[in-house]
């Protein structure tokens, strides 16, 4: 029995992956308060947007492969740019496209940044519409549509939007349609699949275990292009399945999705989950603070990545008030693949072919950094 179990732990660890860390580039006061995650483009080259810049309302920022830093366009103005932007989408005309708080009835507008720095406002939100979406990122798709989800919406429990390139505005699903928010509220920026059809995550509704009242767990919902919206999963929260899903998801080959929940699990710190697309059936991969003095990490932020083994990764607060880089393997054990000293915070993470990882990192007596994890092979 003994040597069962230990076998089986050494199969486990053996499909770990291990890291070396170092330091892509420095960046400067322009660029503090980056957005990661970063997008790396063919040429290796990275993209990002920030809290920063000349006036501390926003920048968009480049950094070639060798590590030179080029400031791209900065926010300023709040009625035509608006302020605090999100992360980044890009076109494959190198375009950056975003959301940002402000525009003319100060419920945020989307943008377009040319490489060159040529911005473009395609459209300012109304009150009515997916207003207040300044935080959260947008999904383009070939025709050059935008999609994104937001706060507000008729019936104020946030929407689904598409942007069409000329800036003609639809919302695709208001949430809270349902009775007590049973389909969702406050969503966190989608994904879409090839087949058009729209997946994510609201950090409120549901309504499950929750006695009927109006907040709830979250869930995890498809909206078709059609506009028909489906609840895939309804977080129950406590010790048996997490609460409050708090980012973006993932999506692999097989069409299951992929996220974290910022509490809720065994430890309330948490989890990992997976989430069929077709079935809604949920699994959950990882009870944050399952190590000692919560080494593994707890209350996870920034979506996660997928490696082309199944691994899963993403970030999360550490035990000293630094950030870890967490890892879920493919046979579901609970890793770390990264701490960083003292009270050091990582952003979201960016994943390359390799396997490779990226993001900024940083604290209060230094200027944020670009760091590179490379996969040891």
């Known amino acids: 029995m003994l040597l069962a179990v230990v076998a089986l732990a050494l199969a486990s660890f053996a499909q770990a992956q291990s890291f070396t860390f170092s330091t892509v580039a420095t960046l400067t006061s322009n660029e503090a308060f980056p957005n990661s995650p970063l997008i790396l483009d063919s040429s290796g080259n990275f993209w990002d947007s920030t809290f920063g810049g000349t006036v501390t309302l926003g920048a968009i920022y480049e950094v070639t492969k060798a590590g030179v830093v080029s400031d791209i366009y900065f926010f300023g103005?709040?009625?035509?740019?608006?302020?605090?932007?999100?992360?980044?989408?890009?076109?494959?005309?190198?375009?950056?496209?975003?959301?940002?708080?402000?525009?003319?009835?100060?419920?945020?507008?989307?943008?377009?940044?040319?490489p060159s720095g040529e911005f473009t406002q395609l459209h300012s939100f109304t009150n009515s519409e997916?207003?207040?979406?300044?935080?959260?990122?947008?999904?383009?798709?070939?025709?050059?549509?935008?999609?994104?989800?937001?706060?507000?919406?008729?019936l104020s429990g946030g929407a689904v939007f598409k942007v069409e390139p000329g800036g003609a505005y639809s919302t695709l699903y208001n949430f809270c349609s349902l009775k007590n928010c049973a389909d969702g509220d406050t969503p966190n920026a989608p994904i879409r699949d090839k087949a058009g059809n729209i997946y994510g995550s609201t950090y409120f509704g549901g309504n499950a275990g929750c006695g009927g009242c109006q907040t709830g767990d979250g869930v995890v919902y498809k909206v078709e292009a059609s506009g028909v919206q489906t609840v895939l999963h309804t977080f129950k929260g406590g010790s048996s399945d997490g609460a409050n899903p708090n980012n973006k998801l993932k999506q692999d080959t097989k069409g299951n999705l992929y996220g974290t929940t910022a509490t809720g699990g065994t430890h309330g710190a948490g989890i990992v989950f997976k989430v069929s697309s077709t079935t809604g059936e949920e699994t959950v991969l990882h009870n944050f603070c399952s190590s000692s003095k919560c080494a593994d990490g707890q209350f996870p932020f920034g979506p996660v990545v997928l490696d082309a083994l199944g691994n899963v990764y993403g970030t999360a607060l550490g035990s000293n008030h630094n950030s870890v880089v967490w890892e879920v393997t493919a046979a579901g054990k609970g890793l770390v693949a990264y701490t960083f000293p003292g009270a050091t915070t990582a952003g979201a993470l960016t994943i390359d072919s390799a396997g490779n990882l990226y993001s900024t990192y940083g604290n209060q007596s230094t200027f944020p950094a670009i760091f590179k994890l490379t996969l040891v092979k």
């Open 77 to 114: 103005d709040s009625t035509i740019d608006g302020d605090f932007p999100s992360s980044l989408a890009r076109d494959s005309a190198g375009n950056l496209y975003g959301t940002s708080n402000g525009g003319d009835f100060s419920d945020g507008l989307i943008f377009k940044v040319s």
């Open 130 to 154: 997916a207003s207040d979406s300044g935080s959260e990122p947008v999904i383009l798709d070939a025709a050059g549509n935008v999609y994104g989800a937001g706060n507000g919406g008729k």
